[in-house]
């Protein structure tokens, strides 16, 4: 079985942040989000898969609850990234229906944005 189809790593985000505080690349925190117990192409377990990444894009990005407003848009643009990369990784039409409901926004237009 792929490993892709039972955990997936939200790192990637996180460089983000390590880029703008001098952390060094090997440093970003990583966390290994496991969904083999869920059905994903199911909404509901869509949306609990959904919850699992933004649950670990928060810890990945967290910066220790700075009231610092432009620390604040760094973590908020990391967990963002986060987010969007896992469910891009993932590649589940349930997951992506999911996050587009809850984020308002669809992988095309994140993609274009990306560019």
Known sequence: MDTNATRMTIAAAAL?????TGVQAADVPQIHVKYADLNINTPA???ALLQRIR???DRVCDFGGTRDLSVFAI???CTTRAIADAVATVNNPSL???YE??????QATRVARVR
Do not use: C, E, H
């Not at 983000?16 to 703008?20: D, H, K, S, V």
């Not at 409901?101 to 669809?106: D, N, Q, V, Y």
């Open 16 to 20: 983000i942040a390590a880029l703008t």
């Open 45 to 47: 377990g869509a949306a």
């Open 55 to 57: 649950f670990a894009a």
């Open 75 to 77: 973590v908020r643009a």
């Open 96 to 98: 992506t229906a999911a």
């Open 101 to 106: 409901a809850k984020m308002g926004k669809t």
